[in-house]
């Protein structure tokens, strides 16, 4: 006997998605709330809302067309998203390093394409400019990055480079004070140069202030899938009983909890250690190597969770995934840092 075509309820029931980003509840199993304070509370709640409020309901169709959405440009300086922690007076918002890692935690809990694009313009094109340009560049170019009006971008290595900045051939050399240095078609004018970064250190000072905001935006994207598989567990009904009434659906929620909140605060002391002034990159390297595997490590597991669901894009969850192993890549894979919290810990080189 044939089985019966499905009624238009079941239909309906059968197609129904068990997440709602509306209602998210972020995890905070060691009570990290208290350890912020009021303004960092108030600046994640305000970006928290805007991502839900206003990323979630399109950002699927914009990821599924490849197209970045540009229309969240002035969404993002009008909250102050871009250049968080650029003094006030070069058009910054003069926030905490730990409120500005809250800010880039909740963007990627969005997307990573929004956390990168906002932590980029502060960190690789903004910082550099505040940190080693002179008064004429800031007062040119900072105010409008700040406001959206101007996009910036950062480049550093070269095609047989990779992660070995120190390999570079490209020279800029300064003949004549009239002189261009052209670089595949671009011309940059001598009063668009840095004049305080010299030598190596200085670009690599601008990728640890990235990074930092990439430790905090991976565990967003973590946090996020984290939520949509702990709705599917509680809302999906299987055998008579949601999905999360079985052990191995909570052994799976309890590991991504528990990592999540390792993550979460590590990440809040190496903010407070960036606000002191404390702060090592080779910390920034160890936070970029475990919040970038943890958020890929519970991406996947949320994956599985969520079944053929998993796939689709009614779910985040493989947005994310597919995000994450480009997070995890740029900036530095997870064996260079490797590399270089082992250098650090043993005093022994291991690069060459």
Not at 315 to 326: C, D, G, I, T
């Amino acid at each position: 006997m044939a089985p019966s075509a499905p009624t238009e309820t079941e239909a309906s029931a059968s197609s129904s998605a068990t997440w709602d980003p509306e209602a998210f509840d972020a995890p905070d199993f060691y009570d990290l709330e208290g350890l912020l304070s009021e303004e960092a509370t108030a600046v994640r709640d305000e970006v928290r809302a805007f991502v839900t409020e206003e990323v979630l309901p399109i950002i699927e169709e914009h990821a599924q067309r490849a197209e970045f959405p540009r229309p969240l440009i002035p969404a993002f300086a009008e909250r102050g998203l871009l250049g968080p922690t650029i003094p006030p007076e070069h058009g910054g918002g003069g926030q905490s390093n730990v409120a500005y890692g809250l800010m880039m935690q909740e963007l990627e809990r969005g997307d990573s394409g929004l956390r990168s694009f906002c932590s980029v313009t502060g960190s690789l094109v903004m910082y550099p400019i505040w940190r080693y340009g002179t008064e004429a560049q800031k007062e040119r170019w900072l105010p409008a990055l700040a406001n959206g009006e101007a996009i910036g971008c950062f480049g550093l290595t070269e095609p047989e480079v990779g992660s070995n900045p120190s390999a570079l051939q490209t020279r800029a050399r300064r003949t004549a004070v009239t002189s261009e240095v052209v670089l595949d078609a671009v011309r940059v004018p001598e009063a668009h140069r840095l004049p305080a970064a010299e030598g190596l250190k200085a670009p690599l000072s601008c990728l640890t202030q990235a990074r930092y905001g990439i430790c905090w935006g991976a565990i967003g994207a973590a946090m996020a899938c984290y939520d949509a598989a702990r709705q599917h567990a509680r809302n999906r009904e299987q055998f008579g009983q949601p999905i999360g009434g079985f052990q191995l659906m909570q052994e799976r929620l309890v590991e991504m909890v528990q990592e999540i909140t390792k993550a979460q605060l590590l990440n809040w002391r190496l903010g407070t250690l960036k606000d002191a002034g404390d702060m090592r990159p080779q910390q920034v390297s160890l936070a970029k190597r475990n919040n970038c595997e943890t958020a890929l490590d519970v991406a996947q597991s949320a994956r599985k969770m969520l079944g053929g669901d998993g796939v689709t894009s009614r779910y985040p969850v493989m947005r994310h995934l597919n995000n994450l192993e480009a997070v995890s890549t740029y900036e530095g894979t997870h064996e260079v840092h490797t590399l270089v919290v082992g250098e650090d810990v043993t005093g022994l080189n291991a690069f060459a």
